[in-house]
């Protein structure tokens, strides 16, 4: 956070700038001699000074001090006015002390009361004059502005180009115009509050700065677009809307932590810097309503029931926004009469996290509770796998805030079930590491296993054991793609990779042994065997027959991913063409050359080229972001199939 000090021993701040011209310093006081010394002839002098200064000004003795501003007029009496008053009110104390009902001490009072309504309304005055240079914003960044002015005068000692000088300069006398402007009203509030808190009119003082300092404060909540909204209210709105709050909210919380807050603190500690008490007293109650308004925005969005899975990764934002404010929060609010503010936002801080892990259990109940028994044309990418990778690869750009969310939470509970356990190892140790895994990794990984448990159900509902492994297959690709293409990578390992994509090769094995299996033992065990002419012509017309049946059945088959594709059919080339080759060059000349036409309607780059053909015209994933289409993909199979003609 940018700090922004104004230090008395700044030449902007002392006494001496207000005035025009060379003045004389602050006189020391007056009555410096022992009470019981004191002539008259002092007092009355006091006294009288005081009355002409404090009558002219008085704006009931003429319509020229009714409608003038002293410190506007001019600087230098304003500085006279002050000291008269701190003379005067010193006078009235060694009064009391000798006779405190003497006429003396009566004009005297008579006259600070006519002194303090005169301040008053000046302290009102500049408040409400100078709103735009008194703004938070302005205020907070004046060390910013500063920092552009000497940048500045390195820029003209360096010298610039001749066409940039004019520019530059006006940015210069724009930048410095403002500041003094700030810095003057600053000054010119600090000396009054200083004079009416010394005579005892701190209340008068307060109540002015209070209610102007509070309006801009609520205006600045206001025109953040934080509006006041109960429970039931926020329950009836439409999600887009309240999506559209929370991203007001989140920009919201940032301007008024960097600028609304900080500058009131800033205005305030220096205006009263005289008084702890004071200063406390001043912020808290202009301050205290806002904030408090802006940090029970999270409670009430958390609390929305019917919302869509995105509610989580708003919710993590505003998780984020508070947390990444939270050193600001601590400093502006440090008082122990904000102490309540401070505490709203820590526990608005601590229910979020509770609400983004409730809401982690929830979405594994709903993979759980997953109980669509469709079956994926082809074998695809079920919608299931599709809405959990998506959600999750969205989670993992989280992963430095779920990992404080998580932290102190337990992770999954061991699961007796088999298919869990093969799934996912031990979580407690590796075996180069026996440090515990981050929970938000465990947490991920626990998701992901809880999907890929529901996906082996799900195959079990096809009739085809080779459409099962190729269903297996195909999610498990896109559940290793997400990873691999997302921050789930850093979080899962290149060991969670490397096993899972193990396991896809056992998938893509055995739907090729299942699939392709008869057409291989169409042929004979040992292709180049020495069989006769008729052995051979049953051969052929037996690989045939088996080719062109489990070719037009997987003609169906749905492959997204390109890598897949090509690896399915290298596994299935690799031993159907090394078989059929060797038995083709053997046997072709055996049936004969007048029946090779008739029997033999395969050569090995027929069938080569018949395998190349297989998965193509489908829904690439890889290129739809993720989102397949299964009536699309359907679509495809069916032109497909009612081409194919063997």
Known sequence: MRSICFSPKTPSFSISRYTTHSSPSRSPPLLTLPRSSISVSPVDQIIDAASGMITKWDPGSSTFARVTSLFYESKREA?????????????????VSENSSSAKLIEAQTLMQVAMKRLQKEFYQILSMNRAHLDPESLSTR????????????????????????????AGDSIFEVEEASSTAMADLKSIADCMINAGYTKECIKVYKVIRKSIIDEGIYRLGVERVTSSQINKMDWQVIDLKIKNWLEAVKIAMKTLFTGERILCDHVFASSESIRESCFTDISKEGAALLFAFPELVIKVKKAPAEKMFRVLDMYTAIAESWPEIESIFSFESTSALRSKALTSLIKIGESARQMILDFETHIQKDSSKTQVPGGGVHHLTIDVMNYLTSLADYSNILGDILADWAPPAKSTSSLLVSYFESPETTADNESPEPAVTLHVAWLIVSLLCKLDAKAKHYKDAHLAYLFLANNLQHVVAKVRTSNLQFLLGEEWINKNEAKLKQFVASYARVAWGPVLKSLPENPTAVITPGQAKDYFKSFNSSFEHVYKQQSWCVVPYAKLREEIKETIARKLLAAYGRFYETHKVTVGERNVMLFVRFTPEDVDNYLSDLFFETSDIESAGGRGSSSSTLSSLNRRHSRLTI
Request: aromatic content about 4%; charged content about 35%.
């Open 79 to 95: 500085m006279q006015f002050l000291r008269c008053v701190d003379d005067l009110q010193k006078t009235m104390h060694l009064l």
């Open 143 to 170: 060390s910013s502005r500063t920092s552009a002015r000497s940048s500045l005068s390195d820029y003209d000692d360096e010298g610039s180009p001749d066409q940039d000088d004019n520019e530059v300069r006006d």
